[in-house]
């Protein structure tokens, strides 16, 4: 008897309830019945055509039903599926594309450019270009490439790859985290515990599917349950105002700046909001005044900590809590178990803690692709280090605090520089900060802040409010007022370039002694 996996989760439905809407993909219905058959029709062609279990697949896709078969056809035949960003630049998707030892490339006609720059790259840098096709019925699904490496056809097991996401590479290179059909089996069941939805559900999907929260944060659990999913393509905060009125959304995922620019829309008073029953909100903690501004809307938002490693739900808040404690990003998982451990002794530390947040379960990942190594620094006896630094209160809420390898040391003390960006953030013509640590002859680091402002504010004034909040050795040695702060993913800051930035603006500065 095969494993139970993902791609029976669509079989299952199909067979229940086949009639009911699986996809709304900008007005295209499609039943669950249709979305079986269309997956298990690409199954049986990308077999024939040598695509089997231990095989992967590559795509570069927005968010579509034509994306969606793909994927399930990939979870029947037990192939990896790997998601790549349409946002890089085409040396960036050579790179990945090369990494990835894909053995097909789905690309939608839309990047078609962009994919043909990106398997340039590749050539030129010496690699081999895996067979490339169009997904959907005209493209794949019609035709598929034969396989450079023949695997035999068998049913998916639990411990197949499913799902291949890289991470955003901030900080590095960007390493491929390989989720399983367990742990993707295991998140979705977690997250029905602490989140359930039922088959009246219907869920708004804006974040671009080569995001791991594109699949495993609600629209997998609503295939599983017989729910549907409204596929978006990009975030447009009036078209997603229509759809929740139109569509009667219930239940939708963003980050934070999403919701902020959804608050600023136009007529967002009037707006009819009255279907949601839940807004999950991830990437980052929900700041105070959004919390607020959608309590007086009546938006139930709620809070979601994870990370891809974890597959990638951990923490969570649910909507009714976040008066009562403000800032946090909740408690753990269902069958999500976490540790607070002290960074010099690597001690976990019981009670009430501050520490580096480690996670256990079966949802985690089975590694980093093709990369042993990073696999093994990650882990700590099937541990999970996440690299979050975390204060737990003593009643198991838990708060991030900043990022281990943000932290830097100056006087010998510390330096959290969420805690400086935050009180920065409390200026009120400061929109954004980011702060790296730089090199300093005298006190080892000290603080780079980047400012976004809506008018202008001097220096001086800017650190004269700030000095209020945080002691003199957190206080940034440097300011530097910018336009827009770079990302390198959703609400992720590119602390990297910042970094790499202000050691240019300093060694500059120390050559000719000017600002």
């Known amino acids: 008897m095969s494993d139970y996996t993902i791609g029976n989760w669509l079989a299952d439905r199909a067979a229940i309830d086949g009639a009911r809407i699986a996809i709304d993909d900008r007005g295209v219905l499609t039943s669950y019945h249709a979305l079986n058959t269309r997956a298990r029709a690409l199954a049986s062609r990308l077999a024939e055509a040598g695509y089997g279990a231990g095989g992967r697949i590559a795509t570069v896709s927005g968010n579509s039903t034509d994306h969606v078969v793909a994927f399930f056809a990939c979870a029947i035949l037990g192939i990896a599926f790997i998601p790549l960003s349409w946002r890089l630049t085409a040396a960036e998707l050579g790179e990945l594309i090369r990494r990835s030892r894909a053995d097909l490339l789905l690309v939608e006609d839309e990047y078609a450019g962009l994919g043909e720059e990106a398997l340039a790259v590749l050539r030129a840098a010496g690699g081999v270009a895996p067979p490339c096709a169009e997904p959907g019925l005209a493209g794949v699904e019609q035709w598929a490439p034969p396989s450079a490496r023949p695997l035999e056809r068998r049913d998916a097991e639990a411990g197949d790859p499913l799902l291949v996401v890289f991470t955003s590479g901030s900080e590095a290179a960007p390493k491929g985290v390989v989720l399983t059909h367990r742990s993707c089996f295991w998140t979705n069941l977690a997250l029905s515990r602490a989140m359930p ?5 219907v869920v708004l999907s804006i974040l671009p599917q080569h995001h791991v929260a594109a699949w495993n944060v609600q629209p997998l659990l609503a295939w599983w349950v017989g ?47 009255r279907s949601l029953s839940r807004a999950l909100v991830g990437g980052s903690t929900i700041p105070e005044q959004l919390a607020v501004e959608a309590a007086r809307l009546g938006l139930p938002l709620a809070q979601g900590y994870g990370l891809t490693e974890a597959g990638p739900n951990v923490l969570h808040l649910q909507s009714g809590e976040l008066a009562e404690f403000p800032g946090a990003v909740g408690r753990p998982y269902p069958s999500v178990e976490t540790a607070i451990v002290d960074t010099e002794s690597g001690l976990p530390l019981a009670g009430a803690a501050t520490g580096e947040l480690w996670v256990r379960g079966p949802s985690l990942f089975s590694g980093y692709l093709d990369d042993d190594a990073a696999t093994e620094r990650a882990m700590s006896d099937g541990w999970l280090r996440t690299g979050d630094i975390v204060a737990r209160d ?28 935050a009180a920065l953030c409390t200026h009120p013509l400061v929109e954004a900060a980011a702060v790296v640590g730089v090199p300093d002859p005298v006190w080892g680091e000290r603080g780079y802040a980047f400012i976004v402002t809506a008018a202008p504010v001097s220096r001086d004034e800017l650190l004269a409010h700030a000095r209020a909040l945080l002691a003199p050795f957190k206080l940034p040695a440097h300011v530097e007022f910018v336009d827009e702060l770079p990302r390198s993913t959703i609400e992720k800051v590119a602390r990297g370039a910042l970094a790499d930035r202000a050691r240019t603006a300093l060694a500059a500065h120390d050559q000719t002694g000017t600002a």
Do not use: C, W
Request: hydrophobic share 40%; charged share 20%.
């Open 227 to 273: 729910a549907t999913v409204v596929l978006e393509r990009s975030f447009q905060p009036g078209r997603v105002l229509q759809l929740i009125r139109e569509r009667k959304v219930t239940t939708m995922m963003g980050v934070p700046t999403q919701y902020q620019m959804l608050f600023a829309q136009p007529g967002i008073e009037s707006a009819d909001l």
């Open 197 to 201: 939805m039922t088959s009246a559900d």
């Open 394 to 421: 003593a009643g198991g809420i838990h708060r991030v605090v900043d990022r281990v390898k943000n932290i830097y040391v100056s006087g010998g003390e510390n330096v959290a520089p969420a805690e400086v960006e």
